[in-house]
């Protein structure tokens, strides 16, 4: 048997158009599928037929067939109250008040929607629903036989999405194995799956309306593995929102995995295109293996629902492995030409000459627009290291007139829900006069963040994202800057590049179909007192300086492929924009006697040239400070005239502990889990997302315990 691939396009699958085909019975609709070669390869990767079969027997569905199947299914379901009490008589009147604006009260007319979910959208002020919602909530409670994917812009409502039907069929099936977990919602950081429970009990639990019955557990890394157990045990959860290494601890015990997870109905993807990405995907594959294995109801019983605001081809294939229903549905509300970014976020993007260009600009920029309005701005670098420099040249540049957060995915667990509960209530609509830092009144902030708060994460009122150099991943971008422009607001978005990095725009252009069309160059800076301010914090923690500056490229190695950069380029970029940032301390007068301006030069260690950097030695004696060092390493000579063997050197020791450490973390660490508690969501921990090619070449040509630095956020 293959999979049969419903495809619903945005503007096919506008419910009100569904309606009138059903009660017309007039098929009046042509469906464009805007990504056949997509439905054909959901078809074609299905195991036991040839892909000319494939292509010749993929069912493509208009949207008549799609209704007929819906109804096909509410009929099914009507029938068997346990499952679902949908009345056939309530849906042709149902849809045909359904539009892009489904008023909440005609799913309850329909009993789509329980009084009490009604009450609780209701009460949240939530009474109509988004276009996502209107097109996934319906197949998602009646295609019992299909999986299900959805594509939707950031901000546009996908959490509520799947947790209405979630909440729905919770409700309808409440007799059904009580006390076992129903659902399981799958994000790939812990922020992320911390929002969704958060949003969870703020929607479904927080008025009383008989919800909580169906309670949720938490289930993420960096907390108590055994107390996260005992509390299932207490709880006995309905649904479980997860950060895949530590669902997969739990699962990965036989006797807890039976008591907990045999009835397993849904299982949903957040952000599914990551979570389907290599490194993630293994363990994607064995925690759906294992709840099919385990599964009462059978191998195929449970559904996978997909959602993300991006997916790509490979992603798409990669999903078959996941879903074994007999049918895929695609859902997009994205149409055939139209680029998946957020069209409300106005996009900028300012090229300067250099790194020490793009960090003060970027600054003066943030400063200018924290000074003249109430802003709350996110800020993206690329490496956690760099974060955490970046973070502290804002709040100097600040001069304590807003507040700066710092978040990564090294930070304690704690210290970062706390940063993002923070940075959640901080608002923009008290007026300037009434900023005062230390009362929770303060109007506008700053969040400095890796790209662990690129997708999914929904601060409130955010008005600009700025980004500090190139993404992670090219599908980051539109993650990125849709943490403005949400729930239907407008924003504005600033991209700051280096010269060296500008075929990022071709590459985002070409493979996003995304063109930033108002550009702007900056190649001299002029904000002496910005300058100051960077140029001593740099020399002040010279350690700090030197890691941000050395992790920028290896985070540049993981890319250069993808947005089809020049790695040299780069090299010589950030080697010479450290030396003219640490000359400037210099003009200020700090400079050692005797010294040049040639031993400013980013210090790189010998292990790192050789495995990361790999460009002729004469370049790199250019641009960095490693000859000095090479000798050290290979002799063991000290030179005691040489400044390195003290302040760097212990950046040196530190630098190859911190290797060490991570190596042992990945390969060698015996407690159960804890591989998994680093791997699950904290990306700068694991190694899981240098399966990018400059990644992995570099780990099998090396030791093996050499991490890649692309995977640093
Ligand atoms: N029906 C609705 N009416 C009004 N606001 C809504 C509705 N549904 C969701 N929202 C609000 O819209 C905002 C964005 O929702 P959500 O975080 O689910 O977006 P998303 O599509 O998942 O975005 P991303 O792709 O960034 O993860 C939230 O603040 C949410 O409360």
């Not at 619903?8 to 017309?24: C, D, G, P």
């Not at 169906?214 to 479980?240: A, D, H, Y």
Request: charged share 30%; net charge positive.
């Amino acid at each position: 048997m293959f999979k049969k691939a419903l495809y619903i396009s945005a503007s096919q699958f506008a419910v009100r158009n569904v309606l009138k085909t059903t009660t017309t019975g007039v098929n009046s609709l042509t469906p464009v599928f805007s990504s056949l070669s997509t439905v054909k390869r959901l078809a074609s990767t299905n195991s036991n037929i040839s892909s000319s079969d494939a292509i010749e027997k993929e069912t493509f569905v208009s949207t008549d067939n799609v209704v007929a199947d819906s109804k096909d299914a509410f009929t099914t379901t009507s029938t068997n109250e346990k499952k679902n009490d949908i009345e056939k008589k309530d849906t042709p009147e149902l849809l045909e008040k359904l539009d892009e604006n489904v008023h909440i009260d005609s799913l309850k007319d329909a009993n789509l929607l329980d009084a009490s979910i009604h009450k609780a959208l209701d009460r949240q002020g939530f009474r109509t629903l988004t276009p996502v919602q209107s097109k996934a909530i319906i197949p998602i409670l009646s295609q019992v036989d299909s999986d299900i994917i959805t594509r939707a812009k950031t901000g546009t409502g996908k959490t509520l999405a799947f947790l209405i039907p979630i909440f729905q069929h919770l409700v309808k099936t409440r007799r059904e194995s009580q006390y076992m977990v129903r659902a399981i919602i799958v994000a790939p950081t812990r922020d992320l799956a911390i929002q969704i429970e958060n949003e969870i009990e703020k929607v479904f639990y927080k008025n009383n309306y008989g919800l909580q019955k169906f309670e949720t557990q938490l289930l993420i890394g960096g907390t108590n593995l055994r107390e996260s157990i005992k509390r299932m045990e207490k709880k006995r959860p309905n649904i479980v929102v997860a950060t895949p290494g530590r669902l997969k601890d739990v699962l990965s015990d036989e006797r807890v995995a039976k008591r907990f997870f045999k009835f397993v109905d849904f299982k949903v993807f957040d952000e599914a295109d990551t979570l389907l990405e290599v490194g993630f995907r293994e363990e994607m594959e064995e925690i759906s293996d294992m709840l099919n294995e385990i599964n009462e109801n059978g191998l195929n019983h449970i559904r996978t629902l997909l959602f993300s605001a991006t997916f790509n081809d490979k992603v798409e294939a990669l999903s078959n492995k996941l879903m074994r229903k007999e049918n895929n549905t695609f859902i997009d509300t994205v149409d055939e030409n139209e680029p998946e970014v957020q069209e409300k976020v106005d996009q900028h993007v300012t090229i300067t000459s250099n790194l020490a260009l793009n960090i003060l600009s970027s600054l003066e920029y943030i400063k200018k627009n924290m000074d003249t309005q109430n802003s709350k701005i996110i800020v993206f670098c690329p490496s956690t290291k760099f974060t955490s420099l970046y973070g502290t040249l804002l709040t100097k540049v600040s001069e304590g007139k807003f507040p700066v957060y710092t978040l990564h995915g090294k930070l304690q667990q704690n210290t970062r829900t706390n940063i993002v509960a923070r940075f959640k209530k901080q608002d923009t609509n008290n007026s300037r006069g009434n900023r005062n830092r230390n009362s929770n009144n303060t109007s506008g902030g700053v969040l400095v963040c890796t790209d662990v708060g690129a997708r999914g994460m929904d601060y409130p009122n955010i008005n600009q994202v700025v980004q500090v150099g190139v993404p992670t991943k090219l599908a980051n971008y539109i993650h990125r800057i849709g943490r403005t422009a949400r729930a239907g607001k407008t924003g504005k978005s600033m991209l700051f590049l280096t010269k060296a990095e500008t075929n990022f725009l071709d590459a985002l252009s070409e493979i996003k179909q995304v063109t930033i069309e108002n550009q702007q160059k900056v190649s001299s800076f002029e904000d002496e007192q910005i300058k100051d301010v960077v140029c001593k914090v740099l020399a002040k923690d010279i350690d700090l300086t030197d890691e941000a500056f050395t992790t920028i490229l290896g985070f540049y190695k993981g890319v250069t492929k993808e947005y089809r950069l020049n790695f040299e380029h780069l090299c010589k970029d950030v080697g010479l924009s450290y030396t003219e940032l640490l000359r400037e301390r210099d003009i200020d007068g700090d400079k050692e006697e005797g010294e040049e301006n040639e031993d400013k030069k980013l210090y790189i260690p010998q292990s790192f040239v050789k495995n990361v950097i790999q460009v002729p030695n004469r370049r790199l004696v250019q641009w960095f400070n490693l000859g000095k060092f090479v000798k050290i390493e290979d002799n063991g000579f000290e030179n005691k005239n040489n400044r390195f063997n003290n302040s760097r050197g212990s950046f040196n020791n530190k630098f190859n502990n911190r290797y060490n450490q991570r190596g042992s973390t990945r390969y060698n660490n015996s407690e159960r889990g804890s591989n998994n508690r680093n791997s699950d969501n904290n990306y700068g921990s694991s190694n899981r997302n240098s399966d990018n090619n400059y990644g992995s070449k570099y780990r099998r040509k090396g030791s093996g315990k050499n991490p890649s630095f692309h995977d640093d956020y």
